[in-house]
């Protein structure tokens, strides 16, 4: 059941209330919860109708985008952003790369017991922000608690639902031999900022994490070009496990040049101290894009014209052979493979 | 990022396999784990794109209802079901309850290192029966792992988008003075059956739980009758919460007949016990509904057709005052207000 409700006399709220189990019961701590904490930020028609799902009417009878993501990041907290943000930004991009522009978002939070409120009014005004700056509403929502222990503050899964731009069919399985790999800025810096709030770097940096909706970015991109053919988000993992799971996807070589890969000074100091590859390290705001070669000048332009695409660069290109590989030629001059990572380097980065 | 990707050189897998950090990583051992346990059962061709959201063609330019639920259930497994089904049968039933036909769902999990696979395979399987009941397609996943303490096992979030089935309105607003109030069977048979499998009762029954998808049930009503107002699954805080929530959006006053409420004789003895009222109790097999007089008869004749609603029985009717009421005539012929409760009587039940 939705549980974004109408209002039912709120009880007074004092300034260190904490979320008991009461908060996720169906009865009046949750409403009062609903109706103070969740529906004044994010307020829109659908949500506030308080049904148990929300109702719309989608612009176009375009083909629907949808996608999920769980959101454990901790801290919740982070320099550049926090789980709220991240929680929309996620979802606003898995949709978006799809080119498809994101209209509707779900949310449904799991709380701690002994969470405090005004961390979560916190959060949730930080995804209204993002949700704002994206052009998203978020339309229905959840909340359950669980007993102390039994999770870690608060989780937040939301879910998107765009819809295709006409004219443009974008997907990991349509890179071409020939075509051209696009970054939209500097790799790494989420996860290198997050890691340093948890106080696992050792020294400090002025790093912030890039989460960041590019829902928008990507509208420029498919404005200028029908031939965007693969565009993703490297977040877990990050690129070098984005792009060799395009490689697999559509049975082709891609080569990244290392010299092109643009990386913050912080991030290639705190990587070369840590023994990671930034290559690996998850983003929150840069998407990979996999597009025509003759297309690539226009749309890299376009792209430096956008907020978050000014650093914007050619890293690589596809080649037919060897397929499902992803190759890098380093400063050296020599190739080498860059493979997908077993196991965990970095665990709840988003 | 959808990680219910397309499949990458699977590591064998032994027969007692743990969730570890590195399922969660984006790198092979997520992939595996995808390959492996999440895609066979679930296959669909948006959700086998491996990409990062799911792309559909909706059957219509119809309004969209679309929800979302985060499941915290405890125990996982309970008589008559377990997290899995009830992940995919409480999300169906929230888009049928705006007189909508679910087609779409996602899904995302957070797991606790540790879980068993074995576990998890069991409650992706027990999705996929439901979810063929329920005719829907898991289009796009995502996994989390959270380490050891940091979660209940495992948590599963899921989002649902349908279409409105066209000539219904249907809403928690549109209760009128003169329409009567229906419920589709017996209530509270699933909080009582997860507090037997908590052990919590202290005594045996053979109560199951009735988790079910009830869009099919919805589908019927609406065929015969136009003047379905309201719909409502009423999950936490039991039918008493959700005809007091509808009691306040539609401004009415809801009077509820109380020797006409179908309630189960071991339901009915576990709540004397304990000092619960079914009315509180948690369904997540059942929907009240509020129809328009005329139309009741053939409404319940229909409901009573189906396998869902074989004990559809009219409960109750709507007046115009007091606003925003719930009251119930008893027994012996007095009324009393059944108000909405404080705070929590029996947390995760779903």
Request: proline share 5%.
């Given at each position: 059941m939705t549980?974004?409700?109408?209002?039912?006399?709120?009880?007074?709220?004092?300034h260190d209330e904490k979320i008991v189990l009461g908060h996720g019961s169906g009865g009046k701590m949750m409403t009062d919860l609903i109706?103070?904490?969740?529906?004044p930020p994010l307020a829109n028609p659908a949500l506030n109708a308080g049904n148990d799902a929300g109702v719309v009417q989608p612009p176009s009878q375009a083909q629907l985008a949808i996608s999920t993501d769980a959101h454990v990041v901790y801290p919740l907290f982070f320099p550049g952003g926090d789980i709220g943000r991240l929680?929309?930004?996620?979802?606003?991009?898995?949709?978006?790369?799809?080119g498809a522009i994101p209209h509707y978002l779900t949310a449904s939070f799991i709380l701690e017991e002994g969470l405090e409120v005004a961390i979560l009014e916190?959060?949730?005004?930080?995804?209204?922000?993002?949700?704002?700056?994206?052009?998203v509403q978020v339309i229905a929502g959840d909340t359950k608690v669980v007993e102390r222990g039994k999770a870690d503050r608060l989780y937040i899964?939301?879910?998107?639902?765009?819809t295709v731009i006409e004219g443009h069919t974008v997907g990991g399985e349509r890179a071409q031999p020939g075509d051209v790999v696009i970054v939209s800025g500097t790799i790494g810096?989420?996860?290198?900022?997050?890691?340093?709030?948890?106080?696992?770097?050792?020294?400090?940096?002025?790093?912030?994490?890039?989460?960041?909706?590019?829902?928008?970015l990507v509208r420029e991109m498919l404005a200028v070009s029908d031939q965007v053919h693969v565009l993703r988000d490297p977040t877990r993992g990050g690129v070098a496990s984005a792009l060799n799971e395009i490689a697999r996807q559509s049975a082709v070589c891609v080569t990244l040049t290392e010299e092109a890969i643009p990386v913050r000074p912080s991030v290639a100091a705190a990587c070369e101290?840590?023994?990671?590859d930034p290559l690996y390290i998850a983003n929150e705001g840069k998407l990979v894009a996999i597009v025509d070669r003759q297309d690539a000048p226009k749309i890299l332009e376009v792209m430096r014209q956008t907020r978050y695409g000014k650093e914007a660069a050619i890293i690589g290109e596809v080649q037919e052979a060897p397929v499902g590989r992803l190759l890098m030629k380093t400063a050296l001059g020599t190739t080498r493979v860059v493979d997908v990572l077993a196991g965990e380097m970095l665990p709840r980065i988003c």
């Open positions: 549980n974004l409700q109408s209002p039912v006399c709120p009880l007074p709220r004092s109706t103070k904490t969740f529906q929680a929309i930004c996620g979802t606003v991009n898995d949709v978006a790369m799809m916190k959060v949730v005004a930080s995804m209204q922000t993002a949700a704002e700056e994206a052009d899964s939301t879910s998107g639902v765009g810096d989420h996860g290198i900022a997050v890691l340093e709030a948890r106080g696992d770097l050792g020294f400090r940096t002025e790093l912030r994490s890039d989460v960041a909706p590019l829902n928008h101290i840590l023994g990671f």
